[in-house]
């Protein structure tokens, strides 16, 4: 059982390039969300999903696209990379609503040059 | 929108009690979440609360009170492997679900 699988786990990249991070889950959860964490902060929600099909912004969702095909993927796509994004990416999911019980995945350290 | 506060930083000493409050602002509250996050690892769920009252788990508790809009976090025999970043987040009918700015705690020997 896999938990919450992030790839990549580090990854630079060149201002103005684009790429997807991706984020599975194997628990059959319907709730999952994208967060970012910059040094010494909380999380800060990007974009989250209610289930397949379904997604909507959080606090900081500029330069960031989501979409939600099936239950288990929920990939995060920067458009246009800008240095503001350097960040440490998490995806998370959970079975029920309200927060109770989110799963983490290890994370992805972005650096944007 | 939704807002909430903790206190930055907070030490004591291997086997004392320590108190982490949280005060939040949010529309549709659902729930009350706690996580703990060592140092470059990912957040760890430890404690929930929907109803008022105190939840416990272990050497940890969880306290809510809805009318405050305040929860806390209680732990209890500090190890050195407490010694960590604890997150409260809320939860709405919105489904959302946002994090508090963060509290390190730093466990002394």
């Known amino acids: 059982n896999a938990g919450v699988t992030q790839t990549p786990k580090f990854q630079v990249l060149k201002t103005g390039q684009s790429m997807t991070l991706q984020c599975a889950q194997d628990m059959n959860h319907e709730y999952m969300s994208w967060y970012r964490q910059d040094p010494g902060m909380g999380l800060r929600l990007i974009h989250y999903?209610?289930?397949?099909?379904?997604?909507d912004q959080g606090e900081v969702p500029n330069g960031y696209n989501v979409s939600r095909s099936t239950t288990e993927d929920f990939p995060l796509r920067l458009l246009s990379a800008a240095p503001s994004q350097t960040s440490v990416y998490f995806c998370a999911s959970s079975l029920g609503q309200g927060g109770r019980g989110y799963t983490f995945g290890s994370g992805t350290r972005l650096t944007v040059v | 929108g939704q807002s909430l506060e903790q206190p930055s930083e907070v030490t004591a000493v291997e086997g004392a009690i320590v108190q982490i409050n949280c005060t939040y602002q949010t529309s549709g509250f659902y729930g009350l979440s706690w996580y703990q996050q060592h140092d470059g690892g990912a957040p760890t769920f430890l404690s929930y609360n929907a109803l008022d009252g105190l939840e416990e788990t272990g050497r940890f508790s969880s306290f809510l009170s809805r009318s405050d809009s305040y929860g806390y976090l209680l732990l209890q025999e500090l190890q050195m492997k407490d010694s960590a970043s604890y997150f409260c987040?809320?939860?709405?009918?919105?489904?959302?679900?946002?994090f508090g700015p963060g509290t390190r705690l730093s466990v002394l020997p």
């Open positions: 987040a809320v939860g709405n009918y919105g489904q959302n679900f946002v």
């Open positions: 999903s209610v289930g397949a099909g379904i997604t």
